[in-house]
């Protein structure tokens, strides 16, 4: 058996979660590979909606197992209240969640840290979450991290230790006020939740699924154009987005990866800062962000707004290796009269076709013009009903990447998918 990858093409918030909630029946096992509660997966269905920030969007699958990976960083507040949401609605995670013992904690100094670094950026500042992330990984690369499986023995030590020297880091190179107390019983109550659950040496396991015949379906967080090394750096999150996290999140041989689902929308989207060639200031940008909700599932924050980049979707498809495609939120653009991608970037005078290495202000997109389909697609059920003028749309993506699209989405519930032959 081989291990799906399902990831994000653009900036993160392409509807990943969905996507995994309905491709779930598929599988037996569903694993997040990377990434920590910034990412926040948003699933609609019997007309409630959930958000996930750390477990996988395969849970409201009783008759599946899922598992975080080691490549995950794990807020024990956030998984609190993930837990004690999802038990309101009926549903008892404790005998299909497992969780790596060595995937790294989040501890309320790294909250800390990563305020006190992003204020000191002043005008420079990356845009972070504010949750402790990326001070997370640094101790992490740093071999200072306190991970899972570490609250088995000794943990309030090796507490101690590491919360000793995030308060002399802030102390030294930071004016920066703040209360330790104030997140730490919480947190705590956190930690004995963890211990409550199954802590498992996740690449054992899942090798050895493997080798029993379960199917496995890896869901990345953020998307390929946030990737520590291949993403817009440094407006970047901390971890390896792309196809390959998914083998150092999990412990799995890229020779036991199979089909890679990459997931887009049909515009673009992001939060924060950073570059975003494509991105719209007018009242389309506006209408974009009203009609498609952009408002980020984990902070709130309004999404910038864009036509659809097909230079970055096809260095995404490239780095990841994308088999197949699937395209979201076709429906937000169902009023428009015109529609736009992206075909290529103008730079220094020239027209180039390709990302290159720091994307600036100074890069300009060169569009192709379709004509807008003015139909309501939310009730389509089957991709005979799809307007030409759509048919269209998609026929152009799919020649431009060379990769077809297997799955439309139509609308934010589990239902308005759409597979195509």
Not at 174 to 200: C, N, P
Not at 208 to 231: R, V, Y
Not at 362 to 374: L, Q
Not at 380 to 400: L, Q, T
């Amino acid at each position: 058996m081989k291990v799906d990858v399902l990831l994000g093409l653009q900036w993160g918030d392409e509807g990943k979660g969905k996507i995994v909630d309905v491709l779930t029946p598929k599988y037996d096992i569903i694993t997040r590979f990377q990434g920590g509660p910034n990412a926040g997966h948003t699933l609609e269905f019997n007309k409630i909606k959930h958000v996930l920030h750390t477990i996988p969007s395969g849970i409201f699958r009783d008759d599946k197992l899922n598992v975080i990976g080691n490549g995950v960083v794990i807020d024990p507040v956030i998984f609190k209240k993930e837990i004690e949401g999802i038990k309101a609605i009926g549903i008892d995670l404790s005998k299909n969640l497992f969780i790596s013992k060595k995937a790294h904690l989040i501890l309320p100094s790294h909250r800390i840290l990563d305020a006190a670094s992003e204020a000191a950026k002043g005008k420079s500042k990356i845009g972070s979450t504010l949750k402790g992330i990326g001070p997370t990984y640094m101790d992490k690369t740093g071999r200072n991290g306190l991970r899972v499986g570490d609250i088995l023995t000794n943990f309030d030590e090796k507490y101690k230790a590491l919360v000793e020297k995030h308060g002399e880091m802030l102390d030294k190179y930071f004016s920066f006020e703040y209360d330790l107390s104030e997140y730490e019983a919480e947190w705590f109550e956190g930690i004995k939740l963890l211990q409550e659950f199954q802590l498992i040496d996740s690449e054992q396991f899942l090798n050895d699924s493997l080798k029993n015949g379960k199917s496995i379906l890896a869901e990345g967080a953020q998307g390929t154009l946030l990737d520590i090394d291949f993403g817009s750096y440094p407006f970047v999150t901390s971890s390896n987005t792309v196809c390959a996290g998914a083998c150092t999140g999990l412990g799995i041989a890229p020779n036991k990866i199979g089909e890679v689902i990459g997931i887009f929308k049909a515009y673009c989207t992001r939060v924060g800062m950073g570059p975003f060639p494509t991105e719209l200031f007018d009242e389309v940008g506006t209408e974009l962000r009203v009609k498609g909700n952009e408002f980020g599932s984990t902070t709130g924050r309004e999404r910038r707004c864009g036509w659809l980049d097909m230079v970055s979707l096809k260095y995404s498809i490239m780095i990841n290796g994308v088999t197949q495609l699937t395209m979201m939120k076709s429906d937000v653009l169902d009023d428009f009269d015109t529609i736009k991608i992206c075909t290529g970037y103008k730079l220094d005078g020239k027209e180039i076709d390709y990302v290159p290495y720091e994307m600036t202000a100074d890069i300009k997109p060169v569009y192709t013009e379709f004509k807008g389909w003015k139909t309501d697609m939310t009730s389509m059920s089957n991709e005979n009903e799809f307007p030409e003028a759509f048919k269209a749309y998609v026929d152009f993506i799919e020649k431009a990447t060379g990769i077809a699209i297997t799955v439309v989405s139509v609308g934010p519930n589990r239902s308005q998918t759409i597979e195509r032959k």
